[in-house]
Antibody, heavy 119, light 107 residues
Framework: EVQLVESGGGLVKPGSSLKLSCVASGFTFSSYGMHWIRQAPKKGLEWIALIYYDSSNKYYADSVKGRFTISRDNSKNTLYLEMNSLRSEDTAMYYC????????????WGQGASVTVSS | DVQMTQSPSYLAASPGESVSISCKASKSINTYLAWYQEKPGKTNKLLIYSGSTLQSGTPSRFSGSGSGTDFTLTIRSLEPEDFAFYYCQQHNEYPLTFGSGTKLEIK
């Protein structure tokens, strides 16, 4: 069974940094692209980043480009999202998700990690 | 960016009824439209991709149609477990974008 477990969320002040992790199991992690998606309170889903299976390509939403970095360690079956210069509008539940056969859809999601940016 | 306009935002129906949810793209996305189901306490579920292809495990009462800019998710003969949030997502180009969601509630 595919499982994705996010961690590293919390309450931080504006301008600070935070790094999320997503540990994957139940599939060959090194063979699949991975996404980060977020959902602000009472809002819809916002895709924020994708990394290819071999880290050869990375894509970002404009809202996070230059501030967030997606990375992965295939030896640890772990996906990361490093978030810098955090703003109040980055407050959201952050989900990692598995890419489905390079179709740019997500066929497995984690339960999410909560990030609150507030002074 | 491709804007996805989903409607209605709220829908009330009874078990056994059929419902349709619309998703309109701001420009042509060919057939690259996916539908997801969100339920409390569960991880999001991919239902349909490429407009009409059912993901493995998706019940046949779900169907997707459309191409270009107009797409529809239809659920026939609603079951109690179908009452949830539904989101569309275009997977034609970056950035990937989602619709604002539809909450399907029991009438």
């Amino acid at each position: 069974e595919v499982q994705l477990v996010e961690s590293g969320g919390g309450l931080v002040k504006p301008g600070s940094s935070l790094k999320l992790s997503c540990v994957a199991s139940g599939f060959t992690f090194s063979s699949y692209g991975m996404h980060w998606i977020r959902q602000a309170p009472k809002k819809g889903l916002e895709w924020i980043a994708l990394i290819y299976y071999d880290s050869s390509n990375k894509y970002y939403a404009d809202s996070v480009k230059g501030r967030f970095t997606i990375s992965r360690d295939n030896s640890k079956n772990t996906l990361y999202l490093e978030m810098n210069s955090l703003r109040s509008e980055d407050t959201a539940m952050y989900y990692c998700a598995k890419e489905y056969y390079s179709l740019y859809v997500m066929d497995a999601w984690g339960q999410g990690a909560s990030v609150t940016v507030s002074s | 960016d491709v804007q996805m306009t989903q409607s209605p935002s709220y829908l009330a129906a009874s078990p056994g009824e059929s419902v349709s949810i619309s998703c309109k793209a701001s420009k042509s996305i060919n057939t690259y439209l996916a539908w997801y189901q969100e339920k409390p306490g569960k991880t999001n579920k991919l239902l349909i991709y490429s407009g009409s292809t059912l993901q493995s495990g998706t019940p046949s009462r779900f169907s997707g149609s459309g191409s270009g800019t107009d797409f529809t998710l239809t659920i026939r003969s609603l079951e109690p477990e179908d009452f949830a949030f539904y989101y569309c997502q275009q997977h034609n180009e970056y950035p990937l974008t989602f619709g604002s969601g539809t909450k399907l509630e029991i009438k």
